[in-house]
């Protein structure tokens, strides 16, 4: 991809700008992905490789989780 560019498409989550009750662990772990991503853009923007890098941070839609989750 260096040599010919390309793009780079990660899914995260809304999650990942903030902090949600009862799920700590899930907020923690999608903000690790954003904090990857983000760090991975800024290497090949450095190196000024012809690659596009992106994060889709989806909401959640009509999600039961909070419904059925627990919280250890």
Do not use: W
């Not at 999608?30 to 490789?49: P, S, V």
């Amino acid at each position: 991809m260096r040599q010919y560019g390309g793009a780079i498409i990660a899914v995260g989550s809304a999650a990942c700008e903030f902090a949600l009750p009862v799920q700590g662990m899930y907020s923690a772990s999608k903000h690790a992905i954003k904090g990857f991503i983000d760090a991975f853009r800024l290497e090949t923007e450095q190196e000024r490789a012809p690659i596009a890098v992106t994060l889709i941070k989806p909401a959640s839609i009509d999600t039961q989780l909070p419904d059925h989750a627990v919280n250890y």
